[in-house]
């Protein structure tokens, strides 16, 4: 009986120790999340800092009025300068860059439609053009140059007998409203 009880008392011994060093591990993790969350919210709060200070310097508040003033100011300018007052205007628009460039404008649909801006309508324009690849190149660029605004959204290019190309065209323009 005697071994049983020294048995026995070496595995309280071993119990009471494994116990210890878990109860020290639990506090061990939890002082060491405790303390990284800390050391976690020190750093999100000095980030915070640094990207408001960053904000303040790039578009100081009192700045922002202005700003907006201005942006107002250009999407005005914009429209008054770039878009057209009618759909009349693209089609002569059109017919002076096809002019100048020595193309022939050959067939042309155009598809007018609202958008989601006040006074501001959509034109898809789809057309044909036949003259020299040089030339059309030259139309392409005076297109993308003209003071009123184009989106070239398609472009379908055919080789024609003596040196000729046939030009597919599909490109977007927008007509403003009288406001």
Do not use: W
Request: contains cysteine; positive net charge; aromatic residues 8%.
């Amino acid at each position: 009986m005697g071994s049983m009880s020294h048995v026995r008392r070496r595995f309280q011994i071993a119990l009471g120790i494994l116990g210890a060093i878990c109860v020290i591990a639990a506090a061990a993790t939890i002082f060491f999340v405790t303390r990284s969350g800390d050391t976690e919210h020190q750093q999100f709060q000095l980030t915070r800092s640094q990207v408001q200070t960053q904000m303040r310097r790039i578009i100081p508040p009192a700045s922002v009025q202005g700003r907006v003033e201005d942006a107002r100011r250009q999407i005005d300018d914009f429209y008054k300068n770039r878009l057209a007052t009618e759909p009349s205007a693209v089609y002569v628009e059109l017919g002076k860059i096809a002019a100048a460039s020595q193309v022939r404008l050959g067939t042309a649909k155009y598809e007018l439609v609202d958008t989601e801006l006040p006074n501001v309508q959509s034109m898809t324009v789809e057309a044909t053009l036949n003259g020299s690849y040089v030339d059309t190149v030259k139309f392409i660029n005076s297109l993308e140059r003209s003071k009123m605004f184009f989106i070239v959204d398609g472009i379908a290019l055919d080789e024609r007998q003596g040196g000729g190309v046939h030009l597919g065209l599909k490109l977007e323009a927008y007509v403003r409203g009288k406001a």
